[in-house]
C-alpha cells in the first residue's frame, strides 16, 4: 500500500512533521543550533494543530447545535 500524500496544510502533515522532529531530538547528535530550530518548528506546528482542533471543535458544536434544533419537536404554545 502506498503512502498517501499529505497537504502540507493538514492536521496529519503536522503531526507527521511533530513526529519527525520528536524522534530527531529524541536520538540526540542534533547540532545545537540545529535542535533549537527544530524546537521553535516544533512550538509553532503544535500551536498550529492547537488552532486547527479548536476551529474543529467549534464547528462539531455548531452543527451539532444546528441538528438537535432540527430535531426538537416545537413545545405547543400553551394558552
Not at 15 to 43: C, F, K, M, T
Amino acid at each position: 500500500m502506498t503512502a498517501k500524500k499529505l497537504d502540507k496544510n493538514s492536521l496529519e502533515h503536522s503531526l507527521q512533521r511533530l513526529q519527525e522532529i520528536a524522534e530527531s531530538l529524541e536520538q540526540g547528535g542534533v547540532p545545537l543550533d540545529d535542535a533549537v530550530n527544530l524546537y521553535e518548528e516544533g512550538i509553532r506546528l503544535s500551536k498550529e494543530c492547537a488552532e486547527k482542533l479548536k476551529t474543529a471543535e467549534l464547528k462539531i458544536k455548531k452543527l451539532s447545535k444546528g441538528i438537535e434544533e432540527q430535531l426538537t419537536p416545537d413545545k405547543p404554545d400553551e394558552e
